[in-house]
């Protein structure tokens, strides 16, 4: 992608004038430089690093003074925040302009969280003040403005002073350019930010299912065994009464015949808790409708969905609602209750919502704290708004994927 220099056509002999002036004289044009198309392409990036660094830098200067002066009051944080924000678009633009001038190619960042709550806004100000990929950029555009000054200068002198070198220059300029770009504008603290992430989550995943596991083995050990167990020992003694006293074998058989549908709908309800037939069999419409009938709150339910999630999407959507429920029906004091289910683009949204007393809140410890890390584990989101007097509204966000 070096210049080329042009071999000029040999010019014709020429013999002398009497008067001293040459005859014969061809007058060629100068030797001109064959440039390829990667080599304007990099002299363009090079001529626009003035006005891209000059508009980068007044804005990270501004924001930064503004961001320090006020950082002592409320609006401080937020606007350094926000700030951030507006950094990241700067890396975007110069991300692009790398990758069509340059062929620079950098993968962009993953996008940060949105907020909403008061809770999350909070916590999107923090996540977003320990942003690397933004700060790496803010320490991009500092110094790119005396970059721009010193490569605009350069290339603009070539141009008109020393033509035969600009190819060379240009090339060894972008060579900075190129390393500027992989080594501030790349997102690899993004990425290993998203495996300690994913390591998170995959330790809430399996302290989940171990807790899971626990919770089947007691519901098993004090409910159905513990019947089935009374229900062995009091056959046995009907059996040996049988022929002494057939009346009280009969009503051993009897009382053994109701533990008997107890230990069933025990064990219907256990296989309901690990995963339901009707989840399976008619998906999320029907098993919604079947957890909203055993509510004590009379509840509406609006399902939207053209297809199926995959199996694991769908039995966490379900046991979502499901527990939701159950906090309407033990804590809400409400009269009515609403369950929408939608898809939008990718994602998976459903929202529960009633009109009682409000106060709900996912601090540690509360079970809508552990749904919140169960759905963070899949990369979902999850969302209270809750002000005491009510209503309650609670969305989950899940991350579609179709069955196989």
Request: hydrophobic share 45%; proline share 5%; with cysteine.
């Amino acid at each position: 992608m070096t210049a080329r220099t042009a071999t000029p056509t040999p010019a014709r002999p020429r013999t002398a004038d009497p008067h001293g002036d040459e005859a014969g004289d061809e007058r060629l044009p100068p030797a001109r430089l064959a440039f390829d198309a990667w080599t304007w392409k990099e002299v363009l990036y090079l001529l626009c690093n003035l006005l891209t660094g000059l508009l980068g830098f007044t804005y990270v200067a501004l924001w930064l003074f503004a961001g320090v002066v006020l950082s002592f009051t409320v609006v401080g944080l937020p606007l350094l925040a926000v700030g951030l924000v507006g950094v990241r678009y700067v890396g975007r633009l110069e991300r692009s302009r790398a990758r069509a001038l340059l062929g620079v190619r950098i993968d962009e960042p993953s996008l940060m969280p949105r907020g909403g709550s008061r809770r999350r806004a909070v916590g999107w100000v923090w996540s977003t003040l320990k942003d690397t990929v933004a700060w790496r950029t803010t320490l991009y555009a500092l110094i790119r403005l005396p970059w721009g000054v010193l490569t605009f200068g350069v290339i603009l002198c070539a141009l008109f002073v020393a033509w035969p070198v600009l190819g060379h220059l240009a090339r060894a300029m972008t060579t900075v350019d190129r390393a500027m770009a992989r080594g501030l504008l790349c997102p690899s603290d993004e990425l290993e930010r998203r495996v300690a992430e994913l390591e998170q989550d995959r330790g809430i995943v399996v302290d989940t299912a171990a807790a899971d596991l626990r919770r089947i083995e007691r519901d098993l050990h004090d409910g159905a065994q513990a019947r089935l167990v009374a229900l062995a020992m009091g056959l046995g003694l009907a059996k040996e009464k049988v022929l002494e006293d057939p009346e009280a074998a009969a009503k051993m058989v009897d009382e053994a015949h109701g533990e008997v549908k107890l230990a069933l709908q025990e064990l219907r309800d256990l296989a309901r808790g690990i995963h339901p037939a009707v989840l399976t069999d008619r998906g999320l419409d029907a098993a919604l409708s079947s957890v909203a009938g055993r509510c004590t709150v009379p509840v509406a339910v609006h399902v939207e969905l053209d297809s199926r999630p995959a199996p694991a999407i769908e039995g966490i959507a379900y046991f979502t609602v499901s527990e939701l429920l159950q906090n309407v029906s033990k804590h809400s004091r409400a009269r009515t209750a609403e369950v929408e289910v939608w898809r939008a683009g990718d994602r998976l949204l459903l929202q529960v919502r009633d009109d009682g007393q409000g106060g709900a809140s996912t601090a540690a410890g509360s079970g809508l704290a552990g749904l919140a890390e169960r759905l963070g584990s899949v990369d979902g989101l999850f969302e209270v708004e809750s002000p005491v007097g009510g209503p309650t509204v609670i969305t989950a966000e899940l991350p579609w994927r179709s069955r196989n």
